[in-house]
């Protein structure tokens, strides 16, 4: 956006926008006044027209009223006017128009074009479309009642309508104009909203894996020290090395580059249930063996998954065991991976919270589903699937 209006600035202004500074309104009313210069006759005919010296001030005074009126009017399109007010400012333009032209002569039939063109620009198109024929029709039969006003006739006809209509489509496409600018910044400030939201969830699926560990390590430490400091010194050593890796994690996830694999996490579990004295049953070869047919974004989901089932093993359900399987089952709309991560801990009875909301949001970013609920009679299972292969 401040790009938008440095460059609105270096050109004068932008399409739609309204003028801020007083650079910018001198360039509209420079662009907008210099089609007054279709105003010569009228004052051609003030100056040579042979009229006398009250009716040559009278109608300086009515031209000065009447660019002054159709300025005011066109200079603020940008902004919405309401419609009775802009049909009563055109009431008067057409009235002095029709004023002008009867008292002074045929030259003053030109105001009506300014009056089509106005009209048009001011006023939405479903009211121009009337307004802009009804100013044509009205320079018609005030051209009929003014002395050789016919003659002039032909050659104001089609600037009348087509000026007219011509501001109808310039109006429509400010206001377009206008509407894509907003839809243009809405978008930038979705997608902002959509970055802090992927923040969030990595930075809750990152630190809440890492710092339940090393609450786990810490407790094991506490209670080795005084019997077994060895065994202590090396459970104090892992949570530096996890507290580490959980920094580098942090940055990666900041900078927007971090992908966990499958390999990764499935190692990274295997760590974390043996700290919680948690047994373990997980896929052999630490997801060597994964489908071939998985993409980058898919595998994250899955490992994004495993590793905020794991945590919540760890930190909520007071499981004994646990078991991962990763398998690749036919389903009627093609083959699918899944990941299943059961519990027979209390874990089932927690209702959804931010980690499952995040998750069920990355696996339907990928065409994936998640599900999630206790398992029999006791337990907790989270099931993560994604379509593997072209889908049609």
Not at 282 to 302: H, I, V, W
Request: net charge neutral; glycine share 10%.
């Amino acid at each position: 956006m401040a790009l938008t209006k440095e460059a609105d600035e270096v050109r004068g202004i932008g399409i739609g926008v309204k003028p801020l500074t007083l650079r910018q309104q001198l360039v509209k009313a420079l662009w907008i006044g210099m089609w007054l210069f279709y105003l010569s006759a009228p004052v051609t005919d003030l100056v040579r027209g042979g009229h006398s010296t009250g009716a040559r001030i009278l109608g300086t005074l009515g031209l000065a009223a009447f660019v002054a009126w159709y300025l005011v009017l066109v200079f603020r399109t940008v902004r919405q006017m309401a419609v009775p007010r802009v049909l009563a400012s055109l009431a008067v333009l057409a009235a002095q128009a029709t004023v002008l032209s009867l008292s002074l002569g045929r030259e003053w039939l030109v105001l009506f074009v300014y009056v089509s063109i106005s009209s048009g620009a001011a006023l939405p198109a479903e009211v121009s479309r009337w307004t802009v024929p009804a100013a044509t029709a009205l320079l018609t039969a005030t051209a009929y009642a003014v002395p050789g006003g016919d003659a002039y006739l032909a050659g104001l006809l089609i600037p009348a309508l087509m000026g007219g209509f011509a501001m109808v489509g310039i109006r429509a496409m400010i206001r377009t104009t206008m509407e894509l600018r907003e839809a243009r910044a809405t978008v930038a400030q979705l997608a902002a909203n959509e970055e802090r939201l992927r923040m969030a969830r990595d930075l809750h699926d990152l630190l809440g894996h890492s710092l339940s560990l090393i609450t786990l390590k810490s407790e094991l430490a506490g209670r080795m020290l005084p019997d077994h400091p060895d065994r202590a010194a090396q459970q104090v050593a892992d949570i530096e090395q996890v507290s580490r890796q959980a920094l580098v994690d942090v940055r990666e996830a900041v900078s927007g580059y971090r992908r966990p694999t499958l390999p990764g996490e499935l190692a990274g579990a295997r760590t974390a249930l043996a700290a919680a004295g948690v047994v373990a049953k997980l896929p052999t070869g630490e997801g060597a063996d994964l489908p071939g047919e998985l993409t980058e974004e898919q595998e994250s989901a899955l490992a994004w998954s495993l590793r905020e089932a794991v945590t919540n093993v760890v930190r909520h359900s007071g499981a004994k065991r646990c078991a991962v399987s990763l398998e690749t089952p036919q389903t009627l709309e093609g083959p699918v991976a899944e990941l299943t991560v059961r519990d027979d801990g209390a874990g089932g009875q927690a209702a959804p919270g931010n980690g499952l909301t995040g998750l069920t949001e990355r696996l339907e970013a990928v065409g994936g589903t998640l599900s999630a609920g206790p398992a029999g009679t006791s337990g907790f299972r989270l099931v993560a699937r994604v379509p593997l292969g072209s889908r049609s």
